[in-house]
C-alpha cells in the first residue's frame, strides 16, 4: 500500500486542520493506520492510532480532546481532524499503517508500522 499524507499548513493558534491519509494499492479495511508527528530537532512521536476493525482508537495524552481520528472505507483514507491547534503542535505529521492489527502496547511505536507516507507539515503560529 502506498500512503500519501496531505492537509497541512500554516494556521494560528486555536484554528484546526484536517488531515488526509490516502491509500493506494490496497483497502486500508484491514490495515492499521497511524498517525506520528515529528517537530524540528525532536524524534518523532505518536498521536493516534486506528486499529483495523475499528474497535479500538487511541491518542496520545498531548492531543486527547482536541484531534479526532477517523476512517471513511469508500474514500479508502484516514482523517485527523486537529482543533485548538497549540505552537506545540507544529511539527511533519505522517501517517503509518500495517495489515492487521497493533497489540495496544505497541501501537505508538514507530517501528510496528510497516508503510510510512510522506509527511504534511503543520505549522501553528501563536
Known amino acids: 500500500v502506498q500512503l500519501q499524507a496531505s492537509g497541512g499548513g500554516l494556521v494560528q493558534a486555536g484554528g484546526s486542520l484536517r488531515l488526509s491519509c490516502a491509500a493506494s494499492g490496497d483497502t486500508l479495511r484491514t490495515y492499521t493506520v497511524g498517525w506520528f508527528r515529528q517537530a524540528p530537532g525532536k524524534e518523532r512521536e505518536f498521536v493516534s492510532v486506528f486499529r483495523s476493525g475499528g474497535s479500538f482508537i487511541y491518542y496520545a495524552e498531548s492531543v486527547k480532546g482536541r484531534f479526532t481520528i477517523s476512517r471513511d472505507n469508500a474514500e479508502n483514507t484516514v482523517y485527523l481532524q486537529m482543533n485548538s491547534l497549540r505552537p506545540e503542535d507544529t511539527a511533519v505529521y505522517y501517517c503509518?499503517?500495517?495489515?492487521?492489527?497493533?497489540?495496544?502496547?505497541?501501537?505508538?511505536?514507530?517501528?510496528?508500522?510497516?508503510?510510512w507516507g510522506r509527511g504534511t507539515l503543520v505549522t501553528v503560529s501563536s
Open positions: 503509518a499503517a500495517r495489515n492487521g492489527r497493533i497489540i495496544t502496547s505497541q501501537v505508538s511505536q514507530t517501528g510496528a508500522y510497516d508503510y
